[in-house]
């Protein structure tokens, strides 16, 4: 039902789309970078195994339902962390 693979597919695919919304979004806050990674590999993870281990595809479908959660939890997590960072300025 779930391989290995998949986690470790989901958790890189994440870690891509963290690094890239990273630098498109939250470059220039200390400490964003964590924050963005962890986000898309947890969401890369959770759309992999949970959504794409359902038997309906195969590895497009897999790989689609990662790159559409970690999109999300990735953009939610930058949009949290650059408005926490502009109130601080205050």
């Known amino acids: 039902m779930y391989q290995t693979w998949d986690w ?9 789309i963290g690094w890239v919304g990273w630098r498109v979004m939250v470059k ?3 400490g964003s970078l964590v924050g963005s990674l962890l986000a898309g590999m947890v969401g890369g993870f959770l759309g992999s195994v949970f959504l794409g281990g359902t038997d309906m595809g195969h590895l497009w479908y897999i790989l689609l339902c990662g790159v559409v ?11 949290v962390i650059r408005q926490a960072n502009s109130g601080q300025k205050r």
């Open 8 to 16: 470790i597919k989901g958790a890189l695919l994440g870690i891509m």
């Open 28 to 30: 220039d806050i200390p």
């Open 69 to 79: 959660v970690s999109v999300l939890l990735v953009a939610v997590v930058n949009l």
